[in-house]
Nanobody, 127 residues
Framework: QVQLVESGGGLVQAGGSLRLSCAAS????????MGWFRQAPGKEREFVAA????????AYAASVKGRFTISRDNAKNTVYLQMNNLKPEDTAVYCC????????????????????WGQGTQVTVSS
């Protein structure tokens, strides 16, 4: 089992920044690729960003590319999502997720690949 706890959400004005953190406990964090997903009210949950467990490979949704950066610190069992130039359409509950991976460079953008999920943290961007 892997337990995931997100933090860092809040209310920010458009153009502002937030950094989300996802702290993991349980099994060896470094064997898990990590992802961030978000769900806005009335919408389906969508992929935001992913990172391989070696941190050598990352992926982003087109809507956040160039504004968001995913990173991880395996020594601290934590994955981060730095969000810059936030827009009102970024308003959502953001969840991190863990996907066990044998291959160090692998990541997934698909929700069904992820075995463990956090409860989420609310991000609200005002215009």
């Amino acid at each position: 089992q892997v337990q995931l706890v997100e933090s860092g959400g809040g209310l920010v004005q458009a153009g502002g920044s937030l950094r989300l953190s996802c702290a993991a406990s349980g099994r060896t964090f470094s064997n898990y690729a990590m992802g961030w997903f978000r769900q806005a009210p009335g919408k389906e949950r969508e992929f935001v960003a992913a990172i391989s467990w070696s941190a050598t490979n990352t992926a982003y949704a087109a809507s956040v590319k160039g504004r968001f950066t995913i990173s991880r610190d395996n020594a601290k069992n934590t994955v981060y999502l730095q969000m810059n130039n936030l827009k009102p359409e970024d308003t959502a509950v953001y969840c991190c997720a863990a996907d066990y991976s044998y291959y160090s460079g692998r990541y997934s953008t698909q929700q069904y690949d992820y075995n463990y999920w956090g409860q989420g943290t609310q991000v609200t961007v005002s215009s």
